[in-house]
């Protein structure tokens, strides 16, 4: 007739003696009116070890990136990034102890690391910002999982006048398990969330009719959408000095030809960059 159970398999070693050494200094009276507990998980050790790890993982690599030589360098650029990628393995064993969001950060930085080990040209200064972001929210993910939207079932629009750079779009999305609706043109588009809550929206700058700050400024004033992540994909070599400097409402930019690799990837941090608040429910 116990009044204080302890289930050694949903303790770990530690917090078992702790709550054993506790029983043994009670009288018969605290016994009585203590109650049963279970608060304790054998995996809660496993979970903070975990997160540790991620974290100086992700501390070792941004120290890495920030290292890192930049063009025109880019032989010693190749062995660079082949250890950064290394750093960033390390967090996948075991793998099991990854959320599934963690998971799916982590592949996809290591995607566009090999890519730029294969392709050091296209280690720009924008795309190494993108990996740092990466490793940032790869880190906050880890150590605070429900502080962000979950990837599973996010979708995503995408809005562009040329059938080519769609295409390319809504590949880069699928690769990384985000669903995606395109359309032709920002009329389209309006109409499309007007009907169906999006948690990412991919624009064209230069379109006929509404143009992409045009459409996002007409897209702020939707419901739900004062918060959802847009990023411009853009051809304007020198768009990123002006950027900031224009209405509409952007939180990013792509410059075409963009890498797919580097697409998904950004839409990811997008996503885990995402409030709660941003969730969408089910059309």
Known sequence: GASQVLIANHMSPDDL???VRRVIGMDVGDLQTMPITRRFSPLDSRQRDRQERIAVICAQAVL????????????A????????SGVLRAAELPAEELDTDCHTLVQATQSLLRELSEMPHHASPAVLRTVGRALTALAHRATAPDTGSPFSGRTALVVDDDPVSRLMMTNALRVVGIAADAV????GALAAAEHRR???VLSDVMMEGLNGFQ??????LLTGYDQTPVVFVTSLA?????FRTVPGGACDLIAKPFLLTEL???????LAEAPLTAISTPP
């Open 198 to 200: 999006y948690d990412l």
């Open 238 to 242: 020198d768009f990123d000095q002006f």
């Open 184 to 187: 032709s043109d920002a009329g």
């Open 64 to 75: 890495q990136l920030s290292e890192m030589p930049r063009p025109p360098e880019l032989e």
């Open 17 to 19: 003696v702790h709550q």
């Open 264 to 270: 998904g990837l950004k839409a990811l941090i997008h």
């Open 215 to 220: 459409f996002v400024g007409r897209l702020r």
């Open 77 to 84: 650029m190749v062995p660079a990034l082949e250890e950064l």
